[in-house]
Structure formats: C-alpha cells, structure tokens
C-alpha cells in the first residue's frame, strides 16, 4: 500500500490495518494515532516524528526502521521486531514492549519511562542517556527473560530499578543514575560504573569482581558480602556504605572516601587504599594483610581485633582511633 | 477497725514527723518505684493511703523492712533514710502479728556505701535512674538515645518527638536494667536494633553513649559489685517486654564485639549535633518526606532480606538525619523543598523535560539555542546524536543564569524551527524543569 492510500482512508476513519505492507515507505510525521498495524511490514519505513500513540504494533516487522522522534506512548509492540531500528529521541511512555527484539537498535535519549521490557531482547543496543525510571525489567523466569547484555547504558536513568540478579556482566553504566536500583545477586563482573550514581543502591551479595568504578557514588549503599576482587574504586564515595564481610581484596581505593562505613570482617589483604578517607569507619576484624594504608585518615575509627600486622601505615592519621588491643590511641 | 485506726494514727504520726517531707519521698519510692522530689506532689500525697499501700503489699514485717531499706541501700544519705526507715518501722509494726512485731529485724548493710552513682549534687536527687536519665538528657543525641531506648525495650519504633520526649525514661531504665542484668546483654540487645535500622552507623554511636552512660548500673563503686536486686521486692513494673523476634537481624549479624570497645567515643561534632537537635524538634519538611519516600520504595518487591521490622524501623531514623550526608542527597532529588540547599539535578531535568515534550524535538531546541538551528532535511544528525540531552540540558543552564533571558531564547530559537508549535511546546517544557534551580539560586545570597 503507498502511504498517500493509508493516510486518505485513516483519515476516513478507517483503523484496521494489520498484515499490509509499507516496508520502506515514507510515513515522517503521519498523524497515525491508535492505528492497527500489527503484524504489519514496516521494515527500513521512515516514521520520523510520526504520531503512533496507542498504536497496535504487535509482531510487526519495524527492522532498520527510522523513528527517530516519533511518538509511540502507550503503543501496543509485543513480539514486534525493533532489530536495528533507530528510536533516537523517541518517546515509548508506557509501551508495551514485551518479547520484542530491540536488538543492536538506537534508543539514545529515549523515553521509557514505565514501558513494560520484560522479556525485550536489548542486546548491544544503545541506551545512552535513555530514561528508563518505572520500566518494568522484571525476570519472571518462566515467561519472561529480558536482557541488557552488551547494551550500552551510559547516562541511563534506571533509578530506583528492580535489576535484582540481573546478568550484566561488562555493561557499560558510566555516568548512569542508578540511585536506590535493586542490584542484589547481581552478576555486574567487569561492569563499568565509573561515575555513576549507587547512593543508597542494595548491592548484597552482587558480583562486582574486577568491576570499574572509579568516582562513582555509593553513599549509604548496602553491600553486604559484595565481591569487589580487583574492582577499581579511586575517589569513590563510599561514606556511610555496609561493606560488612565483602571481598576486596586487591582493590584500588585510593583517595576514596568511606567515611563512617562500616568494613567489619572485609578482607582488604592487598587492597590499596593511599590516601583514602576512613575516618569514623569501622573496621572491626578486618583483614588488612599487606594492604597499603599509606597516608589513611583513620580518626576515630575503631579497628577493634583487625589484623593489621603487615599493612603498611606510613602517615596514617590515628587520632582517636581505637587500636586493635582495644585500647584507644595514643601518641 | 483496729487496723484502720492504727492506720490513721501512724499517719498522724509520720505527718507530724519533724522529717516528714524526706518519710514521704520514701514511702512513695516504695511503693512507686520512682523517686519524687517535687515538694508540691510529696504534700499532696495521703500517708494514710502510702501506710496502708505498704500494708498490703508487704504480708510480713520482714518484707516491708527489706523492701524499706532495699530502697535505702540505694540512695546516697543511707544514714539520715535508714533512720526513717526504722521510724516507719516502729511505728507500722503494731499493724503486724504480734509474733512478726517482736522479731524488729534490724538490717545490717555494709557500712561502705553501695553508691550508684557518684556525687548527688543537690539535696535529694538521689535514685540513680532519675540522675542517669537525667545525664542522658543533656546528651546532644538525645531523641536518638530516646528512640533507641524504647526500642530496646519494647522492640517497637517510635519517631513523634513529643512523645519521645515525655516517655518517662528512669522508668525505661529501670526496666533495662532489670531485663539486661549484665552488661553484654544490654550490648547485645542495642546491637540488635543497631543492626535492624538503616542507618547503622550512627546508631552504632547512639548505643556506645548509652551504653557509657549505663555502665554505672552494671559497674557500681567498688566495680567487682554489681547491685544485688534480690533484696528488693518483685518490681510492680509494666508487663516485661517478650524476647525479641528471631528474624530481627539482617543476615549480616554483627557479634556483640562490635560495641566491646567502651573507648569509641561518639565523634559528634557540635554543628552536627545542633543540627540534629533542631531537626527532631522540628516537623517534617517536605524535603524529609521526599528523603521518606524515596527511601522506602526501593522496587516493587522489596528484597527479602530486609524483615518486617527492619521495614518498619528504616524510614525513622531517615527522617530525622541531617547531616551533610542526606541534605546532599536531597537536593538531587528535584522534588525537594526549596527549603533545602537545590543543586541542579542533571537526571531530574531530563526527566521532567521527557514527561511533557518529545525528546527529539527538545533536544533539537536545546541543540539550536547553543548551536545554530538545526535542519531536518541536512546534515547535522550526526552531530546530533554525538551531544547527550543532558548535557545540553546542563550547557543551557549553565549559559543563561537568567530565567528570562532563557526563556526569551528558547522561544526565539523554536519560532525558527519547523514545526514551530512543537518546537515551542518543547521549549516549555524545558523552561518548566529548569525554574526550580533558577527559583533557588534567585532566594539565595550570590557568591
């Protein structure tokens, strides 16, 4: 069908429409709002700032499509095929997007605020600055399995998201806003999430091993058990974190602030912490065997049994600090 | 009818008593639990009904003269109460069997002082939970010490101010101490709320002052000698908490060791404790109930290791917290009240912006005021797509710090575009989330 038929007989009044083609028509800024295209041919279509809202698009072919701008809030797209599609700047506000393949699309600053993902297939498909607060990504393992893999979510809004057990191993989250997300038993090993924002984020028992992140912001994160192994974290902020009984050790530390976190029983054998701030913490057995504790402000802490024997503490600050015998320090 | 005449005749007595003030305070300690020293209550108080209180409690001589001076070992002037006591005594044995009467037990205490506490420094603040209450009050935590108190005690949390401050706290820790009779049971009980709220941190510093200060319960001069309750009567206290529920701590059960150190000292500094101090005894702002909010819906599940009670516990100790730690985290939140100190929230203007107006045409709004207009039909996608919205978003803010002069270029630049009615809209949508950073920078002084 050529466009100039479809938008005569839509304005006729006509909506049903499912199973026609218009692969590689022209469509940019069609008022085709609440229009029945499911199961239609919309492959490498131009749909550039068309109107689809509450559009039925279910199961339709929207592969290497462009609808960049395009409006498609509330749109019905379950099982619709997105694969390379570029949704630059479009707005999918509480579509339903379930089961659709979205792989290796565009959806560089797009809305989806509150859109339904479960089961969206994300691969290597570019979320950056895309805002995703409300989205639905929950794993219903007999049904549903989305998936960001190899998707990259820089500067992605995922506040407050459920991502608990999530695999997202190597993603890219630099500079992301995941303040109070749900990471617990999260696989996130080799994760880049420098810059981003965890504060107040449950990171329980999360894999974080080798993970990069440098100046991120964890303050008041619960990351109890968490595996940091070899995670890179100069300058975080950690103030205020639970680190009770995680794993970092080899960890790169260096001019981090964990202020009155709380690292009781942490093994941090190796660890390098120069300069880092941990002045009111506590490090209540912690291991610091060989760790290097250069230049640490350690005021008031209270290293109540930790095992600091080969730790190497030149210039470290102790005023205040209780000492492992428990006796308080004194100069 | 001979009894209530002997009844009345003690009383008489006793009232005429040259010491009658210091007769009352200790009859009603008796009976009370509680010492009173408002001259005002002690007058107005019936000896008549004291006595015959006493009477009824005590079946033997022998138990009212312990409970007597069970009392009376606890005070500082043990001489001038003792004295009292034997007098009380002399004059309610008639009212006991003549067998019981003739056996006056005359109470040997040890003539060093069982002291609680050290030096009373006004004439008869003497029982040592009203004087430890008392130290706890001038604590600069105080309403945290409260809320942790009565959370030891009744495993329930309570954040209204007004009522913490009118719990009545020597009661509380009489009860502490009857329930915690060593000390590592105390520890370990403020260990269990420590670990059950979610700010443990702090609260760890809470339990370190109050343990601190009640150490003087389980540590009385000379220190090998805790106080012996048993001579004392069954207290007629409220019902005695239950154990606490064993899903109370999280996973992460930190040993008691934790608080073994009695030399952590709670680092508070005075700007912080004032702070502090003024929020409790302030109402919430909206900016506490965003903090609220935001912290207690988490996800649509909330992770299962967090128990009901820690649920019930975490947002309390949010409220009230203001140090620099949530006041930064308030003002990411754009929501917040223009009480609070904004800093622009990169996140919450795009948001606010992809709510109200096609991002793409925003974007293109943004781009074309900073740049120069964008044509639909040229070249610069690419250059499009290499700028993040945000960061125009922020560019914008940061280039006009006039509301006015932002909004007059905006418009201008939409008028300019195709599609000029969305293009506007666009603009007003962005104008829209940036006012409230312009609003706050407006009322506050400029550097």
């Keep these: 069908m050529n466009p100039q038929t479809l938008i005569q007989r839509y304005n006729a009044g006509e909506t049903e429409f499912s199973g026609i083609n218009l692969s590689g028509t022209d469509l940019h800024g069609a008022d085709l709002i609440g229009i029945d295209l499911s199961h239609s041919d919309l492959h490498s279509a131009t749909l550039i700032f068309a109107y689809l809202s509450r559009a039925r698009l279910t199961q339709s072919n929207l592969t290497g499509a462009r609808l960049s701008g395009a409006n498609l809030n509330q749109a019905s797209m379950t099982g619709a095929n997105l694969h390379n599609a570029d949704l630059h700047g479009a707005s999918l506000q509480g579509a339903d997007l379930r089961s659709a393949d979205i792989t290796l699309a565009t959806l560089l600053d797009a809305n989806l605020i509150e859109a339904d993902l479960r089961g969206t297939d994300l691969s290597g498909s570019n979320l950056t600055g895309a805002c995703l607060r409300g989205a639905n990504l929950r794993e219903e393992k007999r049904i549903y399995s989305s998936t960001l893999a190899g998707a990259i979510l820089c500067n992605v809004d995922l506040q407050a998201a459920n991502l608990k057990g999530a695999d997202l191993p190597k993603v890219n989250m630099s500079g992301a806003n995941l303040r109070e997300v749900n990471f617990r038993n999260a696989d996130l090993r080799g994760a880049n999430l420098s810059g981003a924002d965890l504060s107040g984020a449950f990171l329980t028992e999360a894999n974080l091993t080798g993970a990069n992140l440098d100046s991120a912001i964890l303050k008041g994160a619960r990351m109890e058990r968490v595996l940091l192994t070899e995670a890179r974290m100069s300058e975080v902020n950690l103030e205020g974190a639970l680190l009770i009984d995680a794993k970092m050790s080899r960890v790169q530390l260096e001019k981090g602030n964990l202020k009155r976190s709380r690292l009781n029983r942490t093994d941090l054998s190796r660890a390098n912490l120069r300069n880092a701030d941990l002045s009111e913490a506590e490090l209540i057995e912690t291991y610091c065997a060989r760790t290097n504790m250069t230049g640490v402000n350690l005021s008031a802490a209270n290293l109540v049994r930790a095992e600091l024997s080969t730790a190497i503490l030149t210039w470290v600050e102790w005023k205040g600090a209780t000492m492992p015998d428990g006796s308080e320090y004194r100069a | ?447």
Excluded at chain 2, 243 to 261: G, I, K, Q, R, V
Excluded at chain 2, 331 to 336: F, I
Excluded at chain 2, 372 to 381: C, I, L, N
Excluded at chain 2, 384 to 412: C, G
Aim: aromatic share 8%; with cysteine.
């Design chain 2, 1 to 447: 009818m001979l009894v209530t005449s002997s009844l009345e005749t003690i009383a008489e007595f006793l009232e005429q008593h040259e010491d009658t003030l210091r007769v009352r305070k200790l009859l009603f300690c008796v009976c009370e639990r509680r010492w009173e020293n408002d001259t005002g209550v002690l007058r107005n108080l019936s000896l008549n009904q004291l006595v015959s209180r006493l009477q009824q409690k005590y079946q033997t001589f022998g138990q009212l003269s312990d409970a007597l001076f069970g009392v009376v070992q606890q005070l500082n002037r043990q001489s001038q109460y003792a004295r009292i006591a034997q007098t009380v005594l002399n004059q309610m044995s008639t009212l006991y069997d003549e067998q019981d009467s003739s056996e006056q037990t005359q109470f040997n205490f040890a003539p060093d002082n069982t002291e609680f506490l050290g030096q009373a420094k006004d004439t008869d603040l003497t029982l040592s939970f009203e004087h430890l209450a008392q130290n706890l009050d001038a604590e600069a935590e105080v309403i945290r010490i409260r809320k942790m108190i009565w959370c030891t005690c009744r495993q329930a949390w309570e954040s209204n101010t007004q009522v913490l401050l009118s719990l009545d706290l020597p009661a509380l820790l009489e009860e502490i101490q009857y329930t915690f009779p060593i000390q590592s049971d105390l520890q370990a009980a403020l260990n269990r709320v420590v670990n059950s709220v979610s700010r443990p941190a702090e609260y760890s510093a809470i339990a370190q002052t109050i343990l601190s200060h009640l150490e003087l319960l389980y540590h009385a001069a000379p220190p090998t000698h805790p106080p012996d309750l048993s001579d004392l009567p069954p207290l007629a206290l409220e019902p005695l908490p239950t154990d606490p529920p064993t899903d109370y701590s999280s996973p992460s059960t930190d040993s008691p060791a934790s608080l073994d150190s009695a030399h952590l000292k709670t680092a508070v500094s005075p700007a912080r404790a004032a702070a502090a101090q003024a929020d409790t005894l302030v109402s919430p702002t909206p900016a506490d109930a965003q903090a609220d909010t935001v912290v207690s819906h988490q996800s649509p599940s909330p992770p299962p290791e967090l128990t009901a009670v820690e649920t019930e516990y975490s947002p309390a100790p949010e409220t009230d917290f203001n140090s620099d730690l949530d006041i930064e985290r308030d003002d990411n939140t754009a929501e917040s009240s223009s009480t609070t100190a904004v800093v622009y929230d990169a996140f919450e203007v795009r948001l606010e912006v992809m709510k109200y107006a096609n991002p793409l045409r925003a974007k293109i709004v943004a781009f074309s005021t900073l740049h120069h207009t964008f044509e639909t039909r040229g070249q610069d996608w690419p250059h499009l797509r290499t700028q993040p919205f945000d960061q125009l978003l922020q560019t914008l803010y940061e280039t006009y710090t006039d509301l006015e002069t932002l909004v007059r270029q905006l418009n201008q630049t939409a008028e300019q575009l195709e599609s000029p009615d969305d293009s506007l809209q666009a603009a007003e949508a962005i104008v829209k989330a940036m006012r409230p950073y312009y609003a706050a920078a407006a009322t506050t002084p400029s550097v």
